[in-house]
């Protein structure tokens, strides 16, 4: 099987992201990392740029063993002396070394002649060949080149040394099927052209820059250059492990392998994203949060009856522990169920169908059901499938304003199955929800103790109420409900207490009556 290098540009093209910027030891973190990832070559820098740099490209080019270590050069004899002083301690020295050949490039940045940019990349490589044994040169925009033009100047850049030609991308404008043209070109039209390796270097500006690489491969391409995360220069770089993924997974299309191990590819992702501070989108291919997350009810039921349903890479190939049944608004039974049991909640049929049916109240009003909200909901189901709910809440509203008398209407079921209204004031919501509802319990109440707090994190938390009180000069009793609104949780606190006190009445007398 046809083998393609991987060339990874993280700690240069990625690090030219705007509002990147890595130190020595932050860049040997990730070197190391990809050398675990099995990248064959990695850039570490552009060793001219600055000292930090080539200190940095130094560093990595004498502590990596098993990738090439190369650094970046304009076709300038002091950058690639600048790179030479930093990878001469690289076991086998690598040099990049590019100049722009596009129309644009040349006439209006580098204000060369086509011929001028010929001479200059001619003898920029002869000159770096007498320090590196391996010069790989880029033609700098090439996909915008004159495609007859850029076949010369590759031809004399074989001929000066190069072993590896680079055909960029540059600004992300081809197409898939283009750019697969223009190194089909480049074989049929440049005679030493099986003397080298051709690379591809794609940019992300129109998102295209994974299907543009996988092209190239389609053509002819021997390396594929990119970033992990595919961070780099504006839109970024076609994403390596996007790429490395698609390889393996449709071998049956492009029938080729690589070095990588794959399942390196999340610490990779992890290591970046942390040193470089640039997040990864949560719908990003492979590495992204909701990568291997499945919400909707019917995918959920597919993938627990078998993954491949709705899963074509397996979370473990990348290194991912496993995928991740999101509970939402769209999960279904089947999900809800697995999960309950998961937490180690042994529910019957219609503890867990209610249980559901509160779960999907609250993901109606809730962004995200977070464990202890499923705590909760089933919690709540497992005591209510041990006690007989003596008074329900059915329902409840109160008035509020500033210049108001606080006034609240509950409906509730009371133990002879009848739904019972009243409704009263109070100095506040809260009293006035339980004195209504202490006209409706039968018997006296005295409340000794009520506190609300939340149930996790954020403004859409559940609200937790816990009422003390004695009722019908029974000793103190504690009350729970839980609900999102804290007047509602209040409320279900309230009745919880007196039911639990009737409760243990009734366990009381029938020990009596049992004696
Ligand atoms: C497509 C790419 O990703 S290319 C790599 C881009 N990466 C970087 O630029 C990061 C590192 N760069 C730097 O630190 C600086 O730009 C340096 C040290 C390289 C140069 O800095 P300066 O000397 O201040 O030049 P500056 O960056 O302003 O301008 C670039 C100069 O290089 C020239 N140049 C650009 N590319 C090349 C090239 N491949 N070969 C020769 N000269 C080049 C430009 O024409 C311009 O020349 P001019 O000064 O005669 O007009
Ligand atoms: C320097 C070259 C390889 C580059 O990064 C580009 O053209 O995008
Ligand atoms: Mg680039």
């Known amino acids: 099987m046809r083998k393609i290098d991987i060339f990874d540009t993280t700690l240069r093209d990625g690090e030219q992201s705007a509002g990147i910027n890595l130190n020595t030891a932050e860049k040997l973190e990730i070197a190391k990392q990809l050398e675990r990832f099995g990248v064959d070559v990695m850039e570490a820098g552009f060793p001219a740029a600055s000292p930090g740099d080539l200190d940095a490209v130094r560093q990595i080019a004498s502590t990596i063993k098993h990738s090439s270590v190369t650094g970046l050069a304009r076709s300038v004899k002091s950058d690639i002396d600048a790179a030479w002083e930093a990878l001469k301690v690289a076991e086998c020295p690598r040099l990049h070394v590019f100049i722009a050949t596009s129309p644009i490039h040349m006439t209006y940045k580098l204000k060369q002649t086509p011929e001028q940019v010929v001479e200059t990349a001619v003898e920029s490589i002869k000159y770096a060949k007498q320090f590196f044994p391996i010069v790989q040169w880029s033609a700098e925009d090439a996909f915008r080149s004159d495609p007859a033009f850029l076949a010369h100047i590759v031809e004399q850049a074989i001929k000066a040394g190069a072993s590896v030609i680079n055909l960029p991308d540059t600004v992300g404008y081809a197409t898939p099927h283009e750019y697969g043209a223009m190194f089909k070109y480049m074989k049929e039209n440049v005679p030493n052209v099986e003397q080298v390796k051709l690379s591809s270097h794609c940019h992300n500006d129109l998102g295209m820059a ?17 970033t992990i995360n595919g961070i780099g220069e504006r839109a970024g770089n076609a994403a390596l492990e996007e790429v490395g993924v698609a390889l393996y997974t449709r071998k049956d299309a492009y029938n080729v392998e690589t070095n990588l191990t794959l399942n390196e590819i999340k610490r990779t992702s992890q290591l970046v994203s942390q040193l470089t501070g640039m997040v990864i989108q949560a719908n990003k291919a492979v590495v992204g949060k909701n990568a291997f997350a499945h919400e909707s009810g019917i995918h959920q039921d597919g993938v627990l009856k078998e993954p491949t349903t709705y899963e074509i890479i397996t979370p473990e190939l990348i290194g991912e522990t496993s995928n991740n049944l999101v509970l939402g608004k769209h999960s279904g039974r089947h999900a809800f169920h697995e999960r309950a049991k998961e937490m180690g909640f042994l529910l019957d049929k219609e503890a867990l169908n209610e249980a559901f049916k509160e779960f999907k109240q609250l993901a109606d009003r809730k962004k995200e059901i977070t464990k202890e909200d499923l705590w909760t909901i089933l919690t709540h189901q497992q005591l209510k499938a041990e006690e007989t709910a003596i008074y329900e809440l059915e329902s409840i509203q109160v008035q509020y304003g500033t210049e108001h008398i606080p006034t609240a209407t ?16 109070g100095a506040g919501s809260v009293e006035a929800i339980f004195n209504a509802l202490e006209r409706i319990v039968d018997g006296k109440v005295n409340l000794l103790d009520y506190r609300v707090s939340s149930i996790g994190k954020g403004r859409d938390a559940l609200g937790e109420a816990v009422v003390n009180l004695t009722f019908n000069h029974t000793e103190e009793l504690t009350g729970r409900g839980t609900a999102q609104d804290v007047l509602e949780a209040s409320a279900k ?4 207490a007196i039911n639990r006190s009737l409760l243990q009445k009734q366990m009381e007398e029938l020990v009596k009556s049992s004696v």
Not at 210 to 226: R, S, W
Not at 417 to 424: I, M, P, S, Y
């Open 410 to 425: 509950v409906q509730v079921k009371i133990p002879e199955g009848t739904v019972v209204e009243d409704a009263c004031t």
């Open 493 to 496: 606190a309230y009745l919880n």
């Open 210 to 226: 994974v299907a543009n690489t996988l092209a190239a491969i389609e053509n002819g391409a021997d390396q594929v250059e990119g």
